[in-house]
């Protein structure tokens, strides 16, 4: 009777600690899409903000120019700084 006992509490504990791993896990992909996500924001957020915008405008029925004009000035930007060659030399030029 008590090896039984010792069995069912061994494996209430594994049990418990494996179902904390899973959690563990989770967490790990949850804080790594979030960054993910953080980065494409700040890479693309304006871009995102127009056309969110003209999409909101053309919902709403007062048209979509201004929003889609936003977005592609705003993904112009963010081509031409994608283009520029960084190094050592040019570290602290954004930060003017």
Known sequence: MQITTSVKNLTQKFSARQSGQGMT???I???LIAV???GVYSMF???IRGQVAGLAGEVAGTGATAGKATAATAA???STKAAETKGMSSYDSGNK
Request: charged letters at 5%; zero cysteines; proline letters at 0%.
């Open 36 to 38: 993910a996500a953080i």
């Open 45 to 47: 957020g304006q871009t």
């Open 29 to 31: 992909i949850v804080a």
């Open 25 to 27: 896990e989770y967490i």
């Open 76 to 78: 112009g930007n963010a």
